[in-house]
């Protein structure tokens, strides 16, 4: 039995990938001589209705002065980011006297948009090599991991804010409640919290089990975040489906009867009971479905090779990681995988070690 995270229930995990590398290590043939790896297991917790992994490596394992996600290398989620801004602006009608927070702020693809507007902002970003080119577009940026303690340092150097922002990057924090705390402590009274991460509801539906690795501790519903919030005295008050990766969920919290809640929230937490979020049910059959995908692309790959067809991959994505580690494909199966990203780029792929080539050198192959 496993303890829970959220609410210390103890529950069964439905699913095991086996021994999984960091998703983000991408390495050359010396550094993999000595490759950590941990049990990928992941739960259900019938009280406080929150998917978990079982265990996650230490955080400084994840994010550090080397890690290789850049979220400026996608010019479609430039876009994306900056219609989150403007919304935001919106919402709270933001000016020159405003506060805005963004944790895990990145290479600062969502604060570049407050600074443009010149809406006073700061960036709280772990990892030091993504902090340091946000800085380099004129964004404040603390490298320091966000919890309650930073949160008070930020009230008593900057003030409360306005709106506090987070994409992609609540399911990655395992000490949750310091986080809301954290919050609550730093949000103006009329304040929102507005974050957006992979949405559970889409995870069971399609079976996106890529969805799952060492970084996403949480897999989140409306169900489970409301439970959360309410533990915390706050309130979940909006929710707003995204198309990015893959499904995503865009979660609005307020302090409790701070701002009316919007209908979308009843609605989306009935749809969820509707479809069983709220019980195991869903979960049972989540291993069996990702053996036979897992059957299914084998047996293609497989097919191919026999016909003497090339097969290359485009993206060296952390979510790729799962799926090759867990399907036990490697470079005889695919040769190498193309990425636009240059810190992966001339390296191994995390535990498959496929090669990473350069994504220009796909044109002339």
Known sequence: MAKCLICESEYQPFVDFGQMPIAN??????????????????????????????????REMMFHENYAFFSSTSNYMKQHFKKFADSVSQLQALNKSSFV?????????????????????????PSKNVAEVARQKGIEVVTKFFDLGLSEKIVQLHGKADAILSANVMCHIPYMHSIYEGVKALLKEDGVFIFEDPYLGEVIEKTSFDQIYDEHVFLFSALSISHLARMHDL??????????????????IAHKGAKSVSPNVAKLLAKECTIGLDNEMPYSGFADSVDRIKMDLIKLLKQLKIEGKK?????????????????GIKSDLVECIYDTTPIKQNKLSPGAHIPVRPYEQFHSS
């Open 25 to 58: 290590a991408f390495a050359s043939k010396e550094d993999i001589r000595n490759e950590y790896t941990f049990p990928m297991k992941v739960g259900f917790c019938g009280k406080c209705k929150m998917v978990q992994l079982v265990d996650q490596p230490d």
């Open 101 to 125: 927070v963004e944790i895990g702020s990145n290479d600062g693809i969502m604060l570049q948009n407050f600074i443009n507007d010149e809406v006073p902002c700061l960036g709280v970003e």
């Open 235 to 252: 309130e979940l008050v909006d929710v707003a489906h995204q198309v990015t990766h893959g499904g995503s969920m865009r979660y609005t």
């Open 311 to 327: 097969v290359v991959a485009y993206g060296a994505t952390s979510k790729s990681t799962t799926v090759t580690n867990y399907f």
